[in-house]
């Protein structure tokens, strides 16, 4: 058997279910430092050792300390192309059950893993886990119709589903203006037929058609109730989902350790006070028995045990660090001065979220290249 047969390709969705399943990953990154220092593939028990390709050109020696001989070794890149060669490398120095990930980081952060969160009135509400960004959106489905909201730009993991669950898709939601990756929402709409809806708050510059979304308005889908609940302070429009008087689906303005940031278009002195208002005052009068579901998470350690991210609100009331900040100035502080770097490419984000610019596929990739940095860290 040649070198080249011996190393296997393993698509990122295997490698997700690994991660998710808890079991033991190892993985050699070869991407140049900087790339990976920025962004990394994380798991509860991933081991991620970075040595670049141009390192490993002459063999593996570089890095061959670092190997298990006992497990699995994988290798990834930034498409698949240098890490196939380094799995090569390492093959050929006699290690066993070598893989390189087909497709690279770019096909990891394009993924979408569908996890079921529980039951609504007449069928259930699913989390659509994108592990490479940390995107989190989300389908709720009643007696064969469907709601999507926070919609990702990839769109067959969707169709699959709606496919595979006859769904007759009739809502679809983006909470706010998304500013760090780009929304499928409109395009999945189109496409049903269905009615999509924006807050027109985040909407001044759109050039599309869409419904507003206003505090209080309740949508039926199926035998399911969505209502909507104003909650500024990522956006001035930013608006959250109560669904089934179970969930309450926050988009980016609560996660489960972390609160959203206000200053994505440039307003984060003015949106502060609309921010805390969302978190001590609004989102307080609610019901702690809600199941908090958010629109990103920021790290690994968010997940539950089946690869979900979720958590009651009472409990992050008494856990969550940024909503238990008592003094105003305070909070004002902790939030604009513990702003994260911007998302890369930021406003060409929110310009092709408006309709302003119309990106290639391939360029909207390299938009969204890159961690989520939507969270405040404290």
């Not at 995107?135 to 709720?140: A, D, E, G, P, V």
């Not at 926050?250 to 003015?270: Q, V």
């Not at 989102?283 to 009651?312: C, F, Q, R, W």
């Not at 984000?349 to 391939?362: D, F, L, S, V, Y």
Request: hydrophobic residues 35%.
């Amino acid at each position: 058997m040649s070198i080249e047969q011996q190393v296997k390709e393993v698509t990122v969705k295997e490698l997700t279910k690994k991660i998710l399943s808890g079991d033991d990953v190892f993985i050699l990154d070869v991407r140049n430092t900087d790339e990976f220092d920025d962004w990394k593939i994380e798991g509860k028990n991933v081991e991620v050792v970075n040595k670049p390709y141009f390192e490993l050109l002459e063999g593996i020696d570089p890095v061959v300390n670092h190997l298990p001989k006992d497990k699995p070794i994988y290798t990834i890149c930034a498409k698949g192309g240098s890490s196939q060669f380094v799995a090569e490398q390492i093959a050929e120095a006699g290690y066993d059950n070598v893989y390189s990930i087909a497709g690279g980081m770019k096909a990891y952060s394009e993924h979408l893993e569908p996890v079921e969160i529980g039951s609504v009135t007449g069928g259930s509400l699913l989390q659509f886990v994108r592990i490479g960004k940390g995107c989190l959106s989300y389908l709720i489905v009643s007696n064969g119709k469907g709601a999507m909201i926070d919609t990702n730009r990839m769109q067959e993991p969707y169709e699959e589903m709606i496919k595979e669950k006859g769904i007759q898709l009739t809502h679809v939601f983006d909470t706010h203006l998304h500013a760090d990756h780009i929304s499928g929402g409109k395009k999945l709409a189109d496409k049903h037929q269905a009615a999509y809806y924006l807050p027109p708050k985040d909407a001044d510059e759109v050039t599309y058609d869409y419904n507003p979304l206003h505090d209080g308005d309740e949508f039926k889908v199926g035998e399911t109730v969505i209502k909507a609940v104003y909650s500024p302070g990522h956006t001035i429009g930013s608006t959250s989902f109560i669904v089934d008087d179970q969930y309450l689906l926050t988009g980016d303005i609560l996660f489960i350790d972390s609160i959203g940031r206000p200053d994505l278009a440039g307003k984060a002195e003015d949106w502060v006070a609309d921010l805390r208002n969302t978190l001590y005052e609004r989102y307080k009068s609610l019901p702690d028995s809600l199941t908090v579901l958010p629109a990103h998470y920021m790290s690994i350690k968010e997940m539950n045990e089946d690869g979900s991210v979720s958590e009651n609100l009472g409990t992050l009331y008494k856990e969550n660090h940024g909503l238990n900040i008592e003094d105003e100035s305070k909070f004002r502080s902790v939030v604009t001065d513990n702003l994260p770097p911007q998302p890369n490419s930021y406003q060409d984000i929110r310009e092709t979220n408006m309709g302003k610019q119309k990106p290639e596929t391939e360029a909207q990739r390299e938009m969204e290249i890159g961690p989520n940095r939507c969270a405040i860290r404290e």
